[in-house]
């Protein structure tokens, strides 16, 4: 396949570059140009927000382009743009979307793909508007699939999954020293993470599979934990105990009103993507966690 990634110099943005490169496909990114593309591909500098750059920076790619995977949409503009430019070309879409669009307190346990409604002006909110463009859209105007991740973790990223410290830089630093790490409600919020190469071989099965087309799918890890031991699993990865500080929720919420969306169970049904032939996310996050440690250290 011709595939083409939005982004691509990103965390997730440059697993999908580096993954559809090892699968053997020809693969462009665009980007703004400020930070370099994985090995493989071909940069195309543009910035997405300019619809007339793009257009021209897509025209330079001179072949047909049989995929587009869009990992930089953020609001129901980057979706319309995305109808617009890629509609005419018959091109497959996957939008990144997330699993905010679901309401913090109305989920489901497991939450299926139903009940996506939290259309406030956040970062969720808006991630269901862009969805709700492509459901308006059709499938005949762009052959559009979306998936929803959770918290995505792995080379590229920095570690933690939970409020207060979420990703934090020094996260290793503060375990090794021995620090309590504080954790919103003790870290007791269950969450299903997923391996950033997962997700990314998930994105292109998506792209690659008919049977998704016009289909919103979760996409989580095989392991369904509480974020603690989430932390458990990195400091045993550096040989250390874990010692915690747990939160208030109440009144941490009361502070912090727009972080509602990480507190709460996170946790998610995979049977409509299983039913569309797509093989879901199967490295356990002890593996991925270890793995993700030892790129940080190394590094």
Known sequence: MNVLVLG????????????????????????RGRRPIPAGAVALVADRHDAGALAEAVARIGAPVDLVVDCIAYTPADAEQDVDVFGPM?????????????DPARRRFPQTEDDA????DSYGGLKRQAEEVLLGAGVDALRWSVVR????????????CLPPGGRDADLIGKVESGNRIPLVGGG????QPVYVDDLARVIIDVG????????????AGPDTVESVEYYRIVAAAIGKRLLVDEVPVASYLADNPDRASFLCHRFYSLEKLVA???KPPDTPLATGLRLHVESLRSS
Do not use: K
């Open 208 to 219: 690659s599979t008919d049977a998704t087309v016009g289909g919103i799918y979760n996409v």
């Open 188 to 191: 007791r919020f269950l969450q």
């Open 8 to 31: 691509g110099s990103g965390f997730l943005s440059g697993a999908v570059v580096r993954r559809a490169v090892a699968a053997g496909h020809r693969v462009w990114a665009v980007t």
């Open 276 to 278: 569309a032939g797509v």
């Open 90 to 102: 018959r091109a497959r879409l996957v939008l990144v979307s997330t699993d905010f669009v679901y």
């Open 117 to 120: 409604d939290y259309l406030v």
């Open 149 to 160: 991740p959770g918290h995505i973790y792995g080379l590229g990223s920095l570690l933690g």
